[in-house]
């Protein structure tokens, strides 16, 4: 199996079913596809927006122990080139709601269409 075929939904129920994709975030990248659409939040096809397989595989072989917020962020990068691109950071600490990037402790930008805010620096959404 090709990565292509590796990575497309298997179903079409939750696939992204927007006209066009402007903009991706990356959930969990040890799920068989990480790339999610910014407006709908549903799965997208990587066929769909012509990924090339290096920039798939690079999000696929991620160290399951630790690496996979700071591989994320590359990867995001990579593929920020093509199609802007965050990696969705989870917070899991108990305190309030963050406010200001865990990487490079910008103010958070709030105005987005879901979660809690993105990094005006850093290519992650929370
Ligand atoms: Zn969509
Ligand atoms: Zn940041």
Redesign the pocket.
């Known amino acids: 199996m090709d990565s292509y075929a590796k990575l497309r939904p298997w179903t079409a129920i939750e696939s992204c079913q927007c006209p066009k994709v402007e903009g991706l975030f990356l959930v969990d990248l040890l799920t068989d596809n990480p790339l999610h659409c910014d407006m709908c939040r549903n799965e997208v096809d990587p066929e769909r927006i012509k990924l090339t397989a290096q920039a798939i595989r690079k999000g696929t072989l991620i160290d399951p122990k630790g690496q996979v917020n700071r591989d994320g962020l590359e990867v995001a990068r990579t593929l920020s080139m093509r199609i802007p691109s965050r990696l969705l950071f989870f917070d899991d600490t108990d305190d309030d709601l963050p406010e200001s ?6 103010r958070l930008d709030q105005n987005v269409k879901w979660g809690i805010g993105k ?4 290519p ?1 959404r929370i």
Do not use: M
């Open positions: 990037c865990p990487i490079c402790q910008a990094c005006p620096n850093c992650i």
